[in-house]
């Protein structure tokens, strides 16, 4: 029954991230179709996807109470979890987004390492709550 709710939980936790963060990806870049960017996506995409399910499913204290902050808004606390999670799914796509629109003329460098802290909240408080389940159990 906990195998379950694990997997339940990985589930819910990277089809949230991936509705918030590839349609509009993909949407927003559909000029760049040619057959190399389709492909470098995918391949990105799938190796980074493989990656983030097996250390969730590794992190599977944290990602149960990640969902159960996601579903249920009772404090700041939780309101501040709910906020990280959205950050760092829409960065994919606001980030570069921004630097378009603003014309900073940042390089990839610079986008991917904007894009990367935007997600230092949402690994924070994972790892943060990871490690409260853990020390829980014992």
């Known amino acids: 029954m906990a195998r379950g709710n694990a997997v339940r ?9 991936l509705v918030l963060s590839l349609p509009p990806f993909l949407y927003l870049n ?7 960017n389709n492909v470098a996506l995918v391949a990105s995409l799938g190796t980074a996807g ?22 249920s808004i ?5 309101a501040l979890v709910d906020l990280s999670f959205v950050l760092a ?25 904007a894009i990367i802290i935007c997600h230092v ?3 924070l408080l994972l790892s943060l709550m990871t490690i409260v389940g853990e020390v829980q159990k014992q």
Not at 9 to 17: A, G
């Open 74 to 78: 009772s404090d700041a606390f939780s």
């Open 89 to 113: 799914a829409v960065s994919w796509w606001a980030v570069p987004e921004a630097v378009m629109r603003l014309a900073l003329g940042l390089g990839l460098a610079q986008v991917i390492t």
């Open 50 to 71: 493989l990656a983030i399910v097996a250390g969730l499913v590794l992190a599977n204290e944290g990602v149960t109470r990640y969902t159960q902050f996601l579903f």
């Open 9 to 17: 939980d990985v589930t819910v936790f990277v089809s949230l991230y």
């Open 30 to 36: 559909q000029g760049l179709s040619s057959l190399v």
């Open 121 to 123: 909240p949402m690994v």
